[in-house]
């Protein structure tokens, strides 16, 4: 019965939405019709219901690269996407002797193109269909927590199994309204990805971490793929005779950019957003969630540092891992800098004040909602009861030899299952990402760094109180208070008793049964296989208190969409790294007093240089600035060339790499960032302070023209 009212009350909601601004909101394509009248009137002038075909010639050219977002600009599967975005596979492809994060890199032909990391993809998406009564009609009255996640994830198993059927498909069940509705996702997945085109590192993050967040700003963050798919035209993996994908819809660049003013919209694939939890949770972010990763973080990029500073070698291995700890570390600060400036805490209970006074005015029939709502506060507590350890478990995961003994040992345990029993993320879907992992790790890390990392991570463990620890993992470290030299010792031994450092070794791992990993005498996989039993019943533990909060969340969302709607506010689901679409328009930023103008121009990178990275400006870039060579990229209005670009665009992490649109459905841009002042707006939004920031198409076609001569790539797009 509360399933039943809750898809009537979503229902309701999509029928009726009505921005709370002009910029707010993360909109489903299928959402769009029904605000097509806002849409109209902030200066679209494609028909709205154009947005809404997923294959149609403006949302079949946008695509997801599973991080990031970016979009196809060429018949011949060119995709446009962030520097940031295509870091990985320049990182991949450089050493210190070829060092293509500094000195860029441009292919002038296919065949120079080079192989991005084994993982990377190009996921398009084909189809989006709600499937929330297919998967409620798994579930029981009176199911615990782990029965009902159990049935909701064996449910949506079944339902990407006969989805992926006839293959060449990544299908994935996302949920909404905080498992109130779900919906199938089919994209169709092309898994040869090539790097073309890359500028130098000091063009694609001028500014670096410095600049990260802040405006103005002047870094040129975009890069080049390519789509390669088998003969047949079937996507398939990396092979020199691949021929590349040839998309039914391409973006058109308006190399004349946009105005101060204009309509501009972003599509892309947004990742997480928070702005329905609970002030408990806003505040648990605050107090712990983000000091605590600030510090761990903090120590990690240290020690990388450290090795980084004696080893060029390692400086370039970890410049993908440095450049994402760096941006998370900043992002945690202009968190809770902006949190604490809205005073959130605050101004979320008031809000839940409001919204308890008004379900007590409803009278009987909404008296279980809030008793649903008290218990969800309840298990939210109850929750914090083993978070560090969690959080420390999450870390030593990302550590290289842990997580190649963990997947290893995990996956033959999961193969002894029938397909949909084995665990989401072990299933034969997955395992060619597995082993893609398995055989980048060389490349991505150097194993003296690892143990490093690994101790450390170690080492706060140790400090956990006897409730939060792990009993296997304390029989391994040494029962009783353990010192930091007996960490040590164990995790030098662990490594020089271990070959899973080795990719041979790795990969000799996934032909391994569970028996043969367990009779091993290699001593990652002997710590696995005794940690392993108190690894799981952890996981049962965590699906438990999943699957409490799945039947608890969509009864507080559907309090939520009814009190929204009486007073007329917006309802649009949080970002769930599905396809959204964000409007507004060009506009700049008033803070503290100070007016900031919406573009920045060459002439900034020139004043900003100081020829010390992170604004060390490559010599041929600033030639062409003093000289003056604009070509045709100029804005007459600006006198220049611009470089970056604000809009009041909603948009978080997961955007990065997305088209921003005119009113036509050109290129213009690609967003990139947000500014520091609206950060938080992950948790709260704030419309006279929320602004992303672009890469302005002029500039990326300036820096191809003029700098790097990539008359090749301009050709393609169609620009000359």
Same mark, same amino acid.
């Given at each position: 019965?509360?399933?039943?009212? +809750?898809?009537?009350?979503?229902?309701?909601?999509?029928?009726?939405?009505?921005?709370?601004?002009?910029?707010?909101?993360?909109?489903?394509?299928?959402?769009?019709?029904?605000?097509?009248?806002?849409?109209?009137?902030?200066?679209?002038?494609?028909?709205?219901?154009?947005?809404?075909?997923?294959?149609?010639?403006?949302?079949?050219?946008?695509?997801?690269? @599973?991080?990031?977002?970016?979009? *196809?600009?060429? /018949?011949?599967?060119?995709?446009?996407?962030?520097?940031?975005?295509?870091?990985?596979?320049?990182?991949?492809?450089?050493?210190?002797?070829?060092?293509?994060?500094?000195?860029?890199?441009?292919?002038?032909?296919?065949?120079?193109?080079?192989?991005?990391?084994?993982?990377?993809?190009?996921?398009?998406?084909?189809?989006?269909?709600?499937?929330?009564?297919?998967?409620?009609?798994?579930?029981?009255?009176?199911?615990?927590?782990?029965?009902?996640?159990?049935?909701?994830?064996?449910?949506?198993?079944?339902?990407?199994?006969?989805?992926?059927?006839?293959?060449?498909?990544?299908?994935?069940?996302?949920?909404?309204?905080?498992?109130?509705?779900?919906?199938?996702?089919?994209?169709?997945?092309?898994?040869?990805?090539?790097?073309?085109?890359?500028?130098?590192?000091?063009?694609?993050?001028?500014?670096?971490?410095?600049?990260?967040?802040? !405006?103005?700003?002047?870094?040129?963050?975009?890069?080049?793929? =390519?789509?390669?798919?088998?003969?047949?035209?079937?996507?398939?993996?990396?092979?020199?005779?691949?021929?590349? *994908?040839?998309?039914?819809?391409?973006?058109?660049?308006?190399?004349?950019?946009?105005?101060?003013?204009?309509?501009?919209?972003?599509?892309?694939?947004?990742?997480?957003?928070?702005?329905?939890?609970?002030?408990?949770?806003?505040?648990?972010?605050?107090?712990?969630?983000?000091?605590?990763?600030?510090?761990?973080?903090?120590?990690?990029?240290?020690?990388?540092?450290?090795?980084?500073?004696?080893?060029?070698?390692?400086?370039?291995?970890?410049?993908?891992?440095?450049?994402?700890?760096?941006?998370?570390?900043?992002?945690?600060?202009?968190?809770?800098?902006?949190?604490? %400036?809205?005073?959130?805490?605050?101004?979320?209970?008031?809000?839940?004040?409001?919204?308890?006074?008004?379900?007590?005015?409803?009278? $009987?029939?909404?008296?279980?909602?809030?008793?649903?709502?008290?218990?969800?506060?309840?298990?939210?507590?109850?929750?914090?009861?083993?978070?560090?350890?969690?959080?420390?478990?999450?870390?030593?995961?990302?550590?290289? +030899?842990?997580?190649?003994?963990?997947?290893?040992?995990?996956?033959?345990?999961?193969?002894?299952?029938?397909?949909?029993?084995?665990?989401?993320?072990?299933?034969? =879907?997955?395992?060619?990402?597995?082993?893609?992992?398995?055989?980048?790790?060389?490349?991505?890390?150097?194993? #003296?760094?690892?143990?490093?990392?690994?101790?450390?991570?170690?080492?706060?463990?140790?400090?956990?109180?006897?409730?939060? %620890?792990?009993?296997?993992?304390?029989?391994?470290?040494?029962? @009783? #208070?353990?010192?930091?030299?007996?960490?040590?010792?164990?995790?030098?031994?662990?490594?020089?008793?271990?070959?899973?450092?080795?990719?041979?070794?790795?990969?000799?791992?996934?032909?391994?049964?569970?028996?043969?990993?367990?009779?091993?005498?290699?001593?990652?996989? =002997?710590?696995?296989?005794?940690?392993?039993?108190?690894?799981?019943?952890?996981?049962?533990?965590?699906?438990?208190?999943?699957?409490?909060?799945?039947?608890?969340?969509?009864?507080?969302?559907?309090?939520?969409?009814? *009190?929204?709607?009486?007073?007329? =506010?917006?309802?649009?689901?949080?970002?769930?790294?599905?396809?959204?679409?964000?409007?507004?328009?060009?506009?700049?930023?008033?803070?503290?007093?100070?007016?900031?103008?919406?573009?920045?121009?060459?002439?900034?990178?020139?004043?900003?240089?100081?020829?010390?990275?992170?604004?060390?400006?490559?010599?041929?870039?600033?030639?062409?600035?003093?000289?003056?060579?604009?070509?045709?990229?100029?804005?007459?209005?600006?006198?220049?060339?611009?470089?970056?670009?604000?809009?009041?665009?909603?948009?978080?992490?997961?955007?990065?790499?997305?088209?921003?649109?005119?009113?036509?459905?050109?290129?213009?841009?690609?967003?990139?960032?947000?500014? !520091?002042?609206?950060?938080?707006?992950? !948790?709260?939004?704030? /419309?006279? +302070?929320?602004?992303?920031?672009?890469?302005?198409?002029?500039?990326?076609?300036?820096?191809?023209?003029?700098?790097?001569? $990539?008359?090749?790539?301009?050709?393609?797009?169609?620009?000359?």
């Amino acid at each position: 019965m509360h399933r039943t009212s +809750l898809i009537l009350a979503l229902a309701a909601a999509i029928a009726v939405v009505s921005p709370a601004s002009a910029t707010e909101g993360m909109w489903q394509p299928s959402q769009l019709p029904a605000i097509a009248d806002d849409l109209k009137a902030a200066g679209l002038e494609l028909d709205p219901a154009q947005l809404t075909d997923l294959t149609g010639s403006t949302m079949g050219a946008i695509v997801s690269l @599973g991080f990031c977002t970016a979009s *196809f600009v060429s /018949p011949q599967g060119l995709i446009a996407t962030n520097h940031h975005c295509a870091y990985g596979a320049i990182q991949y492809n450089s050493t210190a002797e070829r060092n293509l994060i500094k000195d860029g890199f441009l292919a002038r032909s296919l065949g120079e193109e080079l192989p991005g990391d084994p993982n990377l993809r190009v996921y398009v998406t084909e189809e989006i269909r709600d499937v929330t009564r297919e998967i409620n009609g798994r579930l029981k009255s009176g199911m615990d927590g782990y029965a009902h996640f159990e049935a909701v994830d064996r449910a949506e198993k079944e339902i990407v199994a006969r989805c992926e059927k006839p293959g060449g498909l990544r299908c994935s069940v996302s949920s909404f309204y905080g498992g109130a509705s779900y919906q199938l996702i089919r994209q169709r997945e092309i898994r040869d990805v090539r790097l073309v085109y890359a500028p130098a590192g000091a063009v694609g993050k001028f500014g670096g971490d410095v600049d990260n967040w802040m !405006w103005p700003r002047h870094t040129g963050d975009f890069s080049f793929l =390519r789509a390669y798919v088998g003969k047949d035209g079937k996507p398939a993996a990396y092979a020199k005779d691949n021929v590349p *994908f040839k998309p039914k819809h391409v973006l058109p660049v308006n190399a004349d950019g946009v105005q101060a003013g204009d309509f501009v919209m972003v599509t892309g694939y947004p990742g997480r957003t928070n702005r329905y939890r609970r002030a408990t949770e806003v505040a648990d972010a605050i107090e712990w969630s983000y000091p605590v990763q600030q510090q761990v973080v903090t120590d990690i990029l240290d020690i990388i540092d450290a090795e980084g500073r004696r080893n060029p070698d390692v400086a370039v291995k970890y410049a993908s891992a440095v450049a994402s700890f760096n941006n998370s570390l900043k992002n945690y600060g202009g968190q809770l800098e902006g949190l604490g %400036r809205a005073d959130a805490v605050t101004s979320k209970r008031a809000r839940e004040t409001e919204l308890d006074a008004w379900l007590a005015q409803q009278g $009987a029939s909404e008296a279980g909602l809030r008793t649903d709502i008290a218990a969800l506060d309840t298990l939210l507590a109850g929750q914090r009861a083993t978070r560090d350890r969690d959080l420390i478990l999450s870390y030593l995961q990302r550590t290289q +030899l842990y997580n190649a003994a963990y997947s290893l040992y995990r996956l033959a345990g999961e193969r002894e299952k029938s397909v949909i029993e084995r665990e989401a993320g072990y299933q034969p =879907r997955d395992e060619a990402r597995i082993e893609g992992n398995l055989r980048q790790m060389e490349r991505r890390g150097d194993p #003296a760094v690892d143990a490093r990392i690994l101790a450390y991570v170690l080492k706060r463990y140790t400090k956990l109180p006897a409730t939060q %620890r792990v009993a296997a993992l304390d029989g391994w470290l040494g029962e @009783g #208070a353990v010192a930091d030299a007996q960490v040590d010792a164990k995790v030098q031994a662990l490594y020089a008793g271990s070959h899973l450092s080795t990719t041979d070794a790795r990969l000799a791992g996934l032909k391994l049964s569970r028996q043969q990993i367990e009779a091993s005498d290699d001593s990652a996989y =002997r710590l696995m296989a005794a940690l392993m039993p108190d690894l799981l019943r952890i996981e049962r533990e965590r699906k438990a208190r999943a699957g409490d909060e799945m039947k608890l969340r969509p009864r507080y969302m559907q309090a939520m969409i009814a *009190f929204n709607e009486a007073q007329g =506010r917006a309802v649009y689901p949080d970002a769930n790294s599905s396809l959204r679409v964000t409007y507004g328009k060009v506009q700049g930023l008033k803070k503290d007093g100070v007016e900031f103008f919406p573009f920045t121009t060459l002439e900034g990178i020139v004043a900003k240089t100081t020829n010390v990275d992170p604004f060390d400006t490559p010599a041929k870039v600033t030639e062409r600035i003093k000289a003056r060579d604009y070509g045709r990229y100029a804005s007459p209005a600006l006198g220049s060339v611009p470089v970056d670009f604000l809009a009041d665009l909603d948009i978080t992490g997961g955007n990065s790499g997305s088209p921003t649109l005119d009113a036509k459905g050109r290129l213009v841009g690609l967003a990139f960032d947000g500014v !520091w002042e609206s950060v938080s707006a992950d !948790w709260i939004f704030n /419309p006279e +302070l929320t602004r992303s920031i672009q890469v302005d198409v002029r500039y990326m076609l300036w820096v191809m023209d003029k700098v790097d001569g $990539a008359t090749n790539l301009l050709q393609e797009m169609g620009v000359r």
